[in-house]
């Protein structure tokens, strides 16, 4: 089956069109196999897809084979390689759009602008954040409070100073917390500034990954509403550095994805 590889940030997905996969494919074992560092392609994530005449289509895996409803950056990526294929080229007079269909809604992609045939820069409006709550929770010996809310997917974010320790005990230990039945993405969150946000990731079914779209969304969100920040600001990961913009008609995030690998999964 054909394949495609982008990466965000370092955030990386793998792409392979819904018609290349057969009926009998199961596909959280194909994720595995192919998500695997060593053994298959290496990513966070695998996406299936097909395309629209709007834009594609989408199901997200994580890497341990379980769903998820949506991905900012692996979203971006799809859009990038979408672009790349159909030879969108933003102008000063039209900025190509994009809308990809996820678990999670319907994401609106607008092109800002491409650096040669790998990389593009969107603009992604990601809808209203929901459940908007600040939460005290007993977690692994420790009393937690945090802000808890849904981006699409489950986010729990810890406002403090960048702690990897400490993340790597409470990521997992979350993802059995009854606040959380469906697990959550984990963010350890530092407000720097007003503008400026600094952050660790746990992701659930992959574990530390060096960007989150949606992770930056939500700790741009929790830092606004409960640490002080502004609602437009800067979100910095280990993989780099997003603009989020908490706004009336929702969320947007900026960024870049480039396609790194076009090839052939042998089954």
């Known amino acids: 089956m054909r394949l495609s590889k982008a990466h965000a940030y370092g955030n990386d997905f793998l792409y392979v069109p819904l018609e290349d996969i057969g009926g009998t494919v199961d596909l959280a074992d194909l994720a595995r196999q192919m998500c695997a560092r060593h053994t298959g392609v290496g990513a966070d994530g695998l996406i299936v897809f097909r395309e629209t005449a709007a834009g594609a289509w989408m199901r997200l895996l994580n890497a341990d084979g379980s769903p998820s409803e949506v991905s900012g950056n692996g979203v971006r990526g799809l859009a990038a390689l979408l672009a790349r294929n159909r030879g969108l080229v933003p102008t000063a007079a039209h900025r190509p759009v994009l809308v990809v269909e996820t678990d999670a809604g319907p994401k609106r992609l607008t092109l800002i602008d491409r650096d040669g045939d790998r990389r593009a820069r969107f603009e992604a409006l990601m809808g209203q954040p929901e459940r908007l709550r600040e939460v005290q929770l007993e977690v692994d010996g ?126």
């Open 142 to 267: 420790e009393t937690v409070r945090a802000g808890a809310l849904l981006v699409g997917n489950p986010q729990c974010v810890v406002l403090g100073a960048l702690d990897a320790s400490r993340l790597a005990r409470l990521g997992p230990a979350l993802q059995r917390h009854p606040e959380f039945p469906e697990g959550v993405n984990v963010e350890v969150a530092e407000v720097v500034t007003p503008g400026h946000v600094r952050i660790l990731i746990w992701e659930r079914g992959v574990g530390p990954t060096l960007s989150s779209g949606t992770g930056s969304c939500a700790a741009g969100i929790v830092a606004a509403a409960f640490g002080g920040a502004a609602r437009a600001l800067d979100v910095e990961a280990p993989g780099g550095t997003q603009r989020v913009d908490w706004r009336e008609d929702g969320v947007r995030l900026t960024g870049w994805a480039e396609v790194v690998l076009e090839g052939r999964w042998i089954a």
